[in-house]
């Protein structure tokens, strides 16, 4: 199964900020107990390449790719350290090159239609639709209407309530952040237990939603 279809199978990926080397583990295993095989690690955390590296190396059962990438530079160095996809809150024509020079999944940020299909036409596998709460899952359907063949992936305001909706509107996938995954938090053995148990609750509101 190829990575652009393991992200769109399990439907959810789970961006987390904060994380490091010596959290990741822990939580790439807690998410993966739950279902969500998709792992985003944001770049602005100091250390950020580091925990890439070391969850790539060793959660065989976990996708690992970079967030919150602005530029090529800071993508070449997140896929030399082992990220096998690139998400991005705006679109970048270079990042997305740099991606595609290196074979791994480009799924830029945008958000009107012209910036949607300009970041599709620019060699995106997928878009992501940031910040989605804005306009709601019904913007997503809108979206679909005029362009069904770009694959998007919600992001921004993505909770329990509200993820199979962005599905049933169209969306082959949602982002989640905080509300799966917090890492302010301490990483107790309860609070593990409960992230392995909200990311099987987001897995079955996907599944149900897609029927």
Known sequence: MSHI???QETGV???IRGATKDNIIQIAKALSDGGVKVLEITVETPGACAAIEKASQECNDVL???GTVLDAETA???IMSGAKFIFSPTTNRKTIEMAKRYGVVSIPGALTPTEILTAYESGADMIKVFPANVF???YIKDIHG???QIPIISTGGITIDNAGDYIK???VGVGVGSSLVNTKKELTETYLQEITATAARFIDAVREARG
């Open 5 to 7: 279809e393991i992200i």
């Open 13 to 15: 990926a789970a961006v």
């Open 64 to 66: 690992v790719g970079a």
């Open 76 to 78: 070449r160095t997140a």
């Open 136 to 138: 709601g899952p019904s």
């Open 146 to 148: 005029p362009l069904p």
């Open 169 to 171: 509107a169209g969306a």
